[in-house]
Nanobody, 127 residues
């Protein structure tokens, strides 16, 4: 069964940077996307970024656009989320997840469509 493991979370001051990693245990068959979600205290889970298996399609939530960058290393089956200019409101548990049978990141924000999830990594931004 496909497994995803996030890492790279931690405590950082406002304005700082972190890079999260999502290691995938095996290459999913066919077309798929990998997305990052986050869930802050008392908040619903929010889709924040997506990348297709080719890397040719990416998408970002308005709240992180221009500050976060998603990328992937297909050889290592790892997806990265580079987070710059972090703000206290970015504090959340960050999850990566895969969605099969999808070639691009359009309409990729529905968490119920994702079939494999990591355990999450905590990001805390102090003011």
């Amino acid at each position: 069964q496909l497994r995803l493991v996030e890492s790279g979370g931690g405590l950082v001051q406002s304005g700082g940077s972190l890079t999260l990693s999502c290691a995938v245990s095996e290459r999913p068959s066919g077309l798929y996307i990998i997305s990052w979600f986050r869930q802050g205290p008392g908040s619903a889970r929010e889709a924040i970024s997506c990348i297709s298996n080719s890397g040719g399609s990416t998408d970002y939530a308005a709240s992180v656009k221009g500050r976060f960058t998603i990328s992937r290393d297909n050889a290592e089956l790892t997806v990265f989320l580079k987070m710059n200019n972090l703000r206290p409101e970015d504090t959340a548990v960050y999850y990566c997840a895969t969605r099969a049978f999808k070639k691009d990141c359009r309409d990729s924000e529905m968490s119920k469509e994702y079939t494999a999830w990591g355990q999450g990594t905590q990001v805390t931004v102090s003011s």
